[in-house]
C-alpha cells in the first residue's frame, strides 16, 4: 500500500513519527508531507531518518510533485490536522504543499482526517461545519480526537487517536478501496 501522510503543525506532530513507523513495519511504502507549522514542532530529518526520504515540504521544489503523489497513493491520511489546515481544506484553499496535494487528490483515494487541537478549537462551530464540509465534498473519513489532558494542560476531547488506531482505520480503508 502506498501512504501519503500529511503532517501539520501542533504538538502532537512528533505522534506522527510512530504512525510512520507502524506503517513501515506494515510493509507500507510512505511519503511524507510536512506542513511548515509542522517543521515548528518536528523537523523533516526525523522523517527523513524514518523513510530514507526526504518529507515534502516546499510546493515549488518539483512542478508536478502534487499532482505525482496523488497520483501515487493508495491513501492519504493527514495526522494530526490542524485546526488552520481544516479549514484551508474545507475551503478548498491551497497555499502549501499538503494543501495542493489533497486538492489534486484523485476522488478514488481515501482521504483520512485525524485531528488534533485545544478542546475550545474543537467543540468551535467552525471547526465542526468544516470538518462536515470535509465530509460532504471529499468523503473524508474522520476519525474523532480523544479525550484526555491536553498539551495546553486542559483536559477534553482534543488529543490526536493512537497511531496504532490511526494505522488500523488506514489498512482497513486501503483494503474497502481495493
Given at each position: 500500500m502506498n501512504l501519503l501522510?500529511?503532517?501539520?503543525?501542533?504538538?502532537?506532530?512528533?505522534?506522527?513519527?510512530?504512525l510512520v513507523s507502524l506503517a513501515?513495519?506494515?510493509?507500507?511504502?510512505?511519503?511524507?508531507?510536512?506542513?511548515?507549522?509542522?517543521?515548528q514542532f518536528i523537523g523533516p530529518l526525523?522523517?527523513?531518518?524514518?523513510?530514507?526520504?526526504?518529507?515534502?515540504?516546499?510546493?515549488?521544489?518539483?512542478?508536478?510533485?502534487?499532482?505525482?503523489?496523488?497520483?501515487?497513493?493508495?491513501?492519504?491520511?493527514?495526522?494530526?490536522?490542524?485546526?488552520h489546515t481544516l479549514a484551508k481544506l474545507a475551503n478548498g484553499l491551497c497555499d502549501d504543499m499538503l494543501s495542493t496535494t489533497i486538492l489534486?487528490?484523485?476522488s478514488k483515494v481515501p482521504l483520512i482526517l485525524a485531528p488534533a487541537m485545544n478542546t475550545n478549537m474543537w467543540?468551535?462551530?467552525m471547526t465542526q461545519h468544516n470538518l462536515k464540509k470535509c465530509q460532504e465534498l471529499s468523503a473524508a473519513k474522520i476519525i474523532d480526537p480523544v479525550e484526555k489532558r491536553l498539551a495546553c494542560g486542559d483536559y477534553?476531547?482534543?488529543?490526536?487517536?493512537?497511531?496504532?488506531?490511526?494505522?488500523?482505520?488506514?489498512s482497513n480503508s486501503f483494503i474497502q478501496n481495493s
Open positions: 501522510l500529511g503532517v501539520t503543525g501542533g504538538i502532537a506532530a512528533y505522534k506522527a513519527c510512530e513501515l513495519k506494515s510493509g507500507c511504502q510512505i511519503e511524507v508531507m510536512m506542513t511548515n507549522g509542522a517543521c526525523s522523517f527523513e531518518g524514518l523513510t530514507g526520504k526526504a518529507p515534502h515540504v516546499d510546493t515549488f521544489s518539483s512542478a508536478m510533485a502534487h499532482i505525482e503523489l496523488g497520483k501515487w497513493a493508495d491513501v492519504c491520511c493527514i495526522a494530526p490536522l490542524s485546526a489534486a487528490l484523485p467543540n468551535h462551530p477534553g476531547v482534543g488529543g490526536l487517536a493512537a497511531p496504532q488506531d490511526i494505522m488500523t482505520i488506514i
